[in-house]
């Protein structure tokens, strides 16, 4: 059996701050808000936390749902989905979708205030009959009951704020968007007597008002971050920053038995 070798996720310079390949993501974002000093890390130094296992599942249902999507697209028709849900809106057409819905590319906009291309990949658009373009992000969980708001899962912050950073994105393209955007939830159902190879789901919408009105402000804080020679402090509720204390403060203690 080959011999496996766990490799430190280090990036090449081209993907840090200051890189010709790096850009601001909505991601990236969502970590300078949990903890700056892993976004320092990442960022400026290219040492990213460790990967989590890839959800392939959920990858799965979204590719699904983007080909169901995309029918209706053509059509120029609501989905059934929208009409359920007595929402007034058809999926929106742009010769850029494809491109906006692309990992490590995605819509795109350099904020000419501190020169940092920010950048998000969108799930899909929606647009409505006065021409305000809705966001809309498909998100696959399995748990007990029905999904009926954000408040049912414990990512309601981490969405609300990749919901909003989407709609900054459209809006400084030039885009009319409304402050609604939608969230197609697809929950996969444990009460069936047999799974028999096939996996059924429930399917809502939830509506989410946004407000991105925070979103230029901390574009700005986290070059200022990045800029900076010293590393920030860690977060106090960052697992991360506490398993690399202990783990250091632990083997300190056992160098110094063994002297």
Same mark, same amino acid.
């Given at each position: /059996?080959?011999?496996?070798?766990?490799?430190?996720?280090?990036?090449?310079?081209?993907?840090?701050?200051?890189?010709?390949?790096?850009?601001?993501?909505?991601?990236?974002?969502?970590?300078?808000?949990?903890?700056?000093?892993?976004?320092?890390?990442?960022? +400026?130094?290219?040492?990213?936390?460790?990967?989590?296992? &890839?959800?392939?599942?959920?990858?799965?249902?979204?590719?699904?749902?983007? @080909?169901?999507?995309?029918?209706?697209?053509?059509?120029?028709?609501?989905?059934?989905?929208?009409?359920? %849900?007595?929402?007034?809106?058809?999926?929106?057409?742009?010769?850029?979708?494809? $491109?906006?819905?692309?990992?490590?590319?995605?819509?795109?906009?350099?904020?000419?205030?501190?020169?940092?291309?920010?950048?998000?990949?969108?799930?899909?658009?929606?647009?409505?009959?006065?021409?305000?373009? /809705?966001?809309?992000?498909?998100?696959? $969980?399995? @748990?007990? #009951? +029905?999904?009926?708001?954000?408040?049912?899962?414990?990512?309601?912050?981490?969405?609300?704020?990749? /919901?909003?950073?989407?709609?900054?994105?459209?809006?400084? +393209?030039?885009?009319?968007?409304?402050?609604?955007?939608?969230?197609? %939830?697809?929950? #996969? @159902? $444990?009460?069936?007597?047999?799974?028999?190879?096939?996996?059924?789901?429930?399917?809502?919408?939830?509506?989410?008002?946004?407000?991105?009105?925070?979103?230029?402000?901390?574009?700005?804080?986290?070059?200022?971050?990045?800029?900076?020679?010293? &590393?920030?402090?860690?977060?106090?509720?960052?697992?991360?920053? &506490?398993?690399?204390?202990? &783990?250091?403060?632990?083997?300190?203690?056992?160098?110094?038995?063994?002297?």
């Amino acid at each position: /059996m080959p011999e496996y070798t766990k490799k430190l996720n280090i990036r090449s310079s081209d993907w840090n701050y200051g890189g010709p390949k790096w850009k601001l993501s909505r991601s990236k974002l969502d970590l300078f808000q949990e903890c700056k000093l892993c976004f320092y890390l990442d960022n +400026k130094l290219g040492v990213s936390r460790p990967r989590g296992p &890839a959800f392939t599942l959920n990858i799965a249902v979204d590719a699904l749902l983007k @080909k169901e999507f995309d029918i209706h697209r053509i059509a120029k028709a609501p989905h059934p989905l929208m009409e359920a %849900y007595h929402i007034d809106a058809v999926p929106f057409s742009h010769p850029d979708l494809d $491109t906006w819905r692309q990992n490590f590319e995605g819509i795109q906009y350099l904020d000419p205030d501190t020169g940092i291309t920010v950048s998000g990949a969108i799930d899909d658009v929606w647009v409505d009959s006065a021409g305000e373009l /809705m966001v809309v992000d498909y998100k696959a $969980t399995s @748990k007990e #009951g +029905k999904i009926e708001s954000l408040a049912d899962s414990s990512w309601e912050g981490q969405y609300r704020r990749q /919901m909003e950073v989407y709609q900054w994105l459209l809006r400084k +393209k030039g885009f009319t968007v409304s402050p609604t955007g939608y969230f197609v %939830y697809v929950n #996969g @159902k $444990t009460d069936r007597k047999a799974f028999d190879g096939r996996l059924e789901f429930d399917v809502t919408i939830i509506p989410q008002t946004g407000d991105d009105s925070w979103v230029h402000g901390m574009v700005v804080e986290a070059k200022k971050c990045l800029e900076s020679a010293k &590393a920030p402090s860690p977060s106090p509720t960052c697992e991360y920053c &506490a398993y690399r204390k202990n &783990a250091r403060d632990v083997q300190s203690k056992e160098t110094k038995k063994s002297i």
